[in-house]
């Protein structure tokens, strides 16, 4: 297992170095000079002379060829040096350290009750396979997982926020935050945290009971379930212990890949609800071609893939007794 | 006569599916004698399997027990099994009536040690602590011949052969003490070899634990090694019904002469074509008119497709009352063969 373990931790090192090797190409060709829109977005009169770009230029390693930058980047990256921003001339690791608790903030909470929600939601559909209120259910739980993450928001926004004026529309604090108790940051948090954390929730929570369903579906087809009820066992025990523990298998790849999702799917919910965490931070970096933040999320981003790839793994192993990793 | 352990009276098990009501079993009767075995042989999908979940009430929807009745005689008690609600029914299952399958591979969770999933069915229906039903577990696999079985016991299905599975599932069932044992193609997927120690398995377990056994097979040569009676079904229904060694002396449905003729013999030389029954099962969907059977009967006449038969005491001296027959013409098919065994 563990040697398993660290051959796929080596492959996966080798393929971090691919991905932002490219992505570091691909960002140097686009579109878009930093220096100059740096120089531009600072200077009054708009006056810039060709000295000042390539001072600047030099400052931000632009005068190298990608290759040669992308090693220095690298050969900072492995002292545990992300740079430094463009736009905030704050550290890479302090500017994404300030707003990653945001994020994790929403993206947790709603992962917890994707699963919290889901799993009970799953076993009741299969409990109730074709009554009246699977049915209705399951085809709403289709519309749910069918419509999008942003579409989703702006009903949110508009019923909760805009009609019934029961939540702030967007943002993380109210104006008075400052002055407020404790309990009171803590509500004020909590209120503006609703509206984005249910639009996070649920499409993933359509998507994991309707996968539920679909995996219990198929285990209760099986022999061994056929079997537990010729032993006597009830058909409650039946479901949650021998068919769940079976549809637990294909259920925990999944969890692994959640862990990006932990991340990504905040770019656009976080624009729509102007969170100020990881999602807002790397929209505004693309803007700005501010690349060492793009660089550092973009790190940030592929590990979580591969941990969660490895998390996969080890769960499975977990679950399964017939894994085993030799 | 002694108290029957099972009596099934014109049990009628059907499926309503949207292609229409397949009509699985269809007033079937038979007894299953205490601490005997009775076995039920004919081809795939003429309603062995469905009788057998019947008893136990493993039917789902969209299948159902239509009518008929089946009692249990459980210590001078009658229980009649199709109307008794699922509660008491759930204790029955596991306790009195177990059950094994055809498919060995598959019958045991995987994601739970044998052990564990014998000790479940301990505790289901017995008081014990989880000590005791481990051990009882143990005991079990011990008794079923796994070897090493206290090692064995903490391990998971996948670490089983075929054989070494149904063994641990005969170890499951017997855990209980049933008085019943279903058995449904115990040894159907398994080695020849192997199918062999399994059957002497069971016998010997027999002998040991006193239960009846419902045998479920295809395989005549099975029925000769396990079964005290015998009961043959064609598409859903029985066909004859006799003391073993009565049906292989004297088989008087023409379907069992057919199951008798395509049997491979030890003296029969290898590459000789076995005589098959032409033409295959008929759907349930799409039974023929009259008797069944009349479409594939060397020997059908007008009548046989007009009128079914009943089951019935055949008018021949040499037979026993004991032997039942479902045929219009079985006296006068048994003297047509008589005289064509004399004339060679
Ligand atoms: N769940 C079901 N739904 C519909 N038809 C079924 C079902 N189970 C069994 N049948 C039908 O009942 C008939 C008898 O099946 P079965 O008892 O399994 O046969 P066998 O004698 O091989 O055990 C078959 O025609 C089969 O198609
Ligand atoms: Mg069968």
């Known amino acids: ?326 | 006569m002694t108290e029957p352990l099972v009596e099934i009276k014109n049990l009628r098990t059907h499926f309503f599916t949207d292609e229409g009501v397949v009509k699985a079993v269809e007033d079937v009767s038979l007894t299953i004698p205490r601490g005997k075995t009775l076995g039920l042989v004919g081809e795939s999908g003429c309603g062995k399997s469905v009788t057998a979940l019947s008893i136990i009430r493993l039917i789902s929807p969209p299948g159902k027990i239509v009518s008929g009745s089946i009692a249990f005689y459980d210590d001078g008690r009658k229980i009649e099994l199709t109307t008794l609600p699922e509660a008491e029914m759930r204790k029955m299952r596991g306790s009195r009536i177990a059950m094994i399958f055809q498919e060995p591979m598959t019958s045991l969770n995987p994601v739970f040690t044998v052990g564990s999933q014998i000790a479940e069915a301990v505790r289901l229906h017995h008081r014990v602590s989880s000590r005791e039903a481990w051990d009882r577990a143990v005991e079990m696999l011990h008794k079923v011949r796994i070897p090493d079985a206290q090692r064995r016991a903490s391990e998971y299905p996948h670490h089983f052969s075929g054989g070494m599975r149904q063994r641990v599932m005969i170890a499951m069932a017997l855990s209980c003490n049933p008085k019943l044992l279903i058995a449904d193609e115990p040894s159907t997927a398994l080695d020849v070899t192997i199918q062999a120690q399994v059957l002497d398995l069971l016998r010997d377990l027999q002998t040991e634990f006193g239960m009846s056994i419902l045998i479920i097979t295809h395989d005549l040569g099975v029925i000769a090694e396990m079964a005290d009676d015998v009961c043959v079904m064609y598409a859903s229904k029985v066909v004859e019904y006799a003391p073993v060694v009565e049906l292989f002396t004297n088989p008087l449905h023409p379907y069992t002469r057919g199951l008798f003729a395509s049997r491979p013999e030890p003296g029969k030389p290898k590459d000789q074509k076995l005589r098959t029954i032409p033409g295959v099962v008929p759907s349930p969907l799409r039974f023929p008119s009259g008797c069944k059977f009349h479409p594939r009967c060397a020997y059908a006449q007008e009548r046989c497709k007009k009128e079914e038969p009943v089951l019935r005491r055949p008018n021949l001296s040499q037979i026993p009352p004991s032997h039942v027959v479902h045929c219009h013409f079985a006296e006068q098919i048994e003297e047509q063969e008589e005289a064509a065994v004399k004339s060679v």
Not at chain 1, 126 to 143: C, K, Q, V, Y
Not at chain 1, 182 to 189: E, S
Not at chain 1, 202 to 223: C, H, I, P, W
Request: hydrophobic content about 50%.
């Open chain 1, 1 to 326: 297992m563990l040697q398993y373990l660290v051959r796929r931790m080596l492959w996966g090192l080798l393929t971090l170095l691919l991905i932002t090797f490219v992505i570091y190409g691909l960002i140097r060709f686009m579109p878009g000079d930093p220096a100059l829109l740096k120089l531009y977005q600072e200077s009054s009169d708009k006056k810039i002379t060709a000295e000042q770009i390539e001072q600047q230029r030099k400052m931000y390693g632009l005068d190298q060829p990608f290759y040669i930058a992308y090693v220095k980047w690298l050969g900072d990256v492995l002292t545990g040096n992300l740079q430094t921003s463009f736009a905030y001339k704050a550290p890479v690791s302090s500017v994404i350290g300030e707003r990653i608790g945001r994020t994790l903030m929403l993206t947790i909470n709603s992962l917890i009750l994707e699963y919290l929600l889901a799993i009970p939601l799953g076993l009741y559909f299969t409990a109730r396979s074709s009554r009246l209120d699977e049915r209705s259910g399951s085809m709403l739980l289709f519309m749910l997982y069918s419509l999008p993450s942003f579409c989703g928001a702006l009903f949110l926004q508009l019923w909760f926020a805009v009609y019934l004026e029961w939540l702030p529309l967007h943002g993380m604090q109210s104006d008075n935050y400052e002055q407020l108790s404790t309990l009171g940051k803590t509500w004020d948090l909590f209120k503006h945290a609703l509206l984005p954390v249910a639009a996070f929730t649920y499409g993933g929570l359509a998507y994991y009971s309707r996968f539920l369903k679909a995996t219990m579906n198929e285990t209760v087809r099986q022999d061994y379930i056929r079997t537990a009820r010729a032993k006597g066992i009830g058909p409650l025990k039946v479901l949650c212990w021998h068919a769940f523990r079976n549809s637990l298998i294909p259920l925990v790849t999944q969890i692994g890949l959640t862990l990006p999702a932990l991340l990504s799917g905040a770019i656009i919910l976080e624009r729509i609800f102007s969170w100020p965490g990881i999602g807002t931070l790397f929209f505004q970096s693309i803007l700005e071609r501010d690349y060492p933040i793009i660089m550092g999320l973009v790190l940030m981003f592929s590990i979580l893939t591969l941990l969660g790839q490895l998390l996969a793994d080890v769960l499975y192993a977990f679950v399964d007794p017939r894994v085993s990793y030799k």
